[in-house]
């Protein structure tokens, strides 16, 4: 993990600052940690990132095979016109597909697969950031894990998890699926991503950055799941 005392990403005229995901490497995916013994500060244009960068879609050199999906495998993956999976199956999967734990996210959204050779590469699913801070966690930038769009299926949304005293900003959560091309007919039977997983736990939240929270599947002909949000004060009773 990166650990600080305070973080501060500040704000830019043309563009915040950035702290984005280690790339993955095949089905080796890394994971954006970070632990604070006092606050984060997220400025308005500043993000931190992590988009496209879990498990790879298939590829068009590969087309036929597999995209990989947990726990770093092929096996199970979207093949052809399917979205990744996470904590919603993706679009045109048949059966059980998701994975991952609603009350502790820390995976990474499935691959997309490859429909045409001559299209490209299937959506990567988004990656994993995890923060961790014993003051607050103030978002008005952004903090994303979504799955990128493919061809013709989309990367599942990835994981947010954020245990802090307190939560608040006006930013958006996102962990969504990755869209596939909108265009639809017999022959192209496109599929999206299924949704991520968010799990904030606080001493007070902001509710209003919880209600924005997106774990939504992008538009395609056949469209995934919806990821998962779950929110824990400390009072609550176990």
């Given amino acids: 993990p990166h650990r600080f005392r305070d973080l501060i990403l500040l704000s830019g005229a043309v563009q915040g600052a950035v ?19 006092d606050s984060l500060y997220v400025g308005c244009s500043a993000s931190v990132v992590a988009g496209g960068l879990g498990y790879p879609g298939a590829t068009a050199a590969a087309c036929s095979s597999p995209a990989f999906t947990f726990p ?19 679009g045109s999967i048949t059966g059980r597909a998701e994975y991952g734990s609603i ?5 990474a959204g499935g691959g997309g697969g490859c429909g045409s050779v001559y299209l490209g590469d299937g959506g990567a699913g988004g990656g994993v950031v995890r923060i961790r801070s014993r003051g607050a966690v103030q978002i008005d930038g ?19 998890w954020i245990e802090a005293a307190r939560v608040g ?19 192209n039977l496109t599929a999206s991503g299924g949704g991520g997983r968010i799990a904030v736990y606080a ?15 992008a538009s395609a002909c056949r469209k995934g799941a919806t990821g ?8 609550q009773p176990l």
Avoid: N
């Avoid at 702290?19 to 013994?37: A, D, F, N, W």
């Avoid at 952004?142 to 947010?160: E, F, L, T, W, Y």
């Avoid at 699926?177 to 639809?184: E, K, L």
């Fill in 228 to 235: 998962t949000v779950y929110l824990r004060l400390d009072d």
């Fill in 103 to 107: 009350f502790a996210p820390y995976e």
């Fill in 19 to 37: 702290l984005e995901h280690p790339h993955p490497q095949g089905g080796e995916v890394e994971r954006l940690e970070i632990e604070l013994t």
């Fill in 203 to 217: 001493g007070s939240v902001d509710r209003s950055l919880i209600d924005r929270a997106d774990v939504s599947s």
């Fill in 72 to 90: 770093g495998t092929t096996v199970g993956g979207a093949v052809g016109r399917q979205g990744g999976s996470h904590g919603g199956a993706g």
């Fill in 169 to 187: 900003g006006s930013a958006t959560l996102s962990a969504r699926g990755g869209s596939g091309h909108v265009s639809c007919s017999s022959s």
């Fill in 142 to 160: 952004s903090v994303g894990a979504d799955g990128r769009s493919g061809p013709h299926g989309g990367g599942a949304g990835g994981s947010i």
